[in-house]
């Protein structure tokens, strides 16, 4: 009896977490969450020593989400909720790449994302700051989608949307 109750709970679960997916991706730029958030809407932002060229296009898009939310991204110092970073990697696709682990659905210190030099190297600097502005989407909660918005799981795709979307900043300030 325990054991069905369970069940049909996780069944409900799965249905609701089902529900507000589609709900969340019928709009024309809407979003979707990748099941973590920080404890608290003050999260800290560690920058490691980097090119001019990529600290800009972090700093930018930090400010970007910060102002565009309800999630203040305060420049902090190493063990930070967040450590932004640039690497030179030609074995992979990836121009950014965000790495983040949670417990719970919160956030563990640090996530770290990573601007990729080998493709943003030959970016102008607005398109730097638009893959840094997506990989600081997943650091504080939103997931990939596949249609033209800030999220758009690839550059090409994002199609020169450089910025979170209204829908973005709406999905982050449901989340904190
Ligand atoms: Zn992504």
């Known amino acids: 009896m325990l054991k069905a109750q369970k069940s049909l709970k996780a069944t409900v679960i799965t249905m609701i977490a089902t529900l507000m997916i589609l709900f969340s991706a019928s709009g024309a ?14 999260i800290t932002v560690y920058m490691y020593p980097m090119s001019s060229k990529s600290a800009s296009a972090w700093t ?21 909720n967040i450590t932004l970073n640039e690497t030179y990697n030609a074995n992979v696709t990836w121009d950014g790449i965000a790495y983040t682990s949670r417990s719970g659905g919160v956030f563990l210190s640090p996530a770290n994302a ?25 650091t504080i909660g939103l997931a990939d989608v596949n249609y033209q918005t800030l ?5 090409p795709l994002r199609g020169g949307i450089y910025y979170p979307t209204n829908d973005e900043i709406t999905g982050i300030n449901r989340l904190y």
Do not use: C, F
Not at 151 to 155: C, F, K, P, R, V
């Open 60 to 80: 930018a898009a930090r400010d970007n989400w910060s102002q565009a939310t309800d999630v203040n991204l305060y420049a902090g110092s190493p063990g930070s």
């Open 114 to 138: 990573y601007l990729n030099t080998r493709y943003t190297n030959g970016y102008t600097n607005i398109k730097t700051r638009g893959v840094a502005a997506h990989e600081i989407g997943h």
């Open 29 to 42: 730029n809407a979003y979707v969450y990748n099941g973590g958030k920080w404890g608290s809407a003050n």
């Open 151 to 155: 999220m758009a799981g690839n550059t």
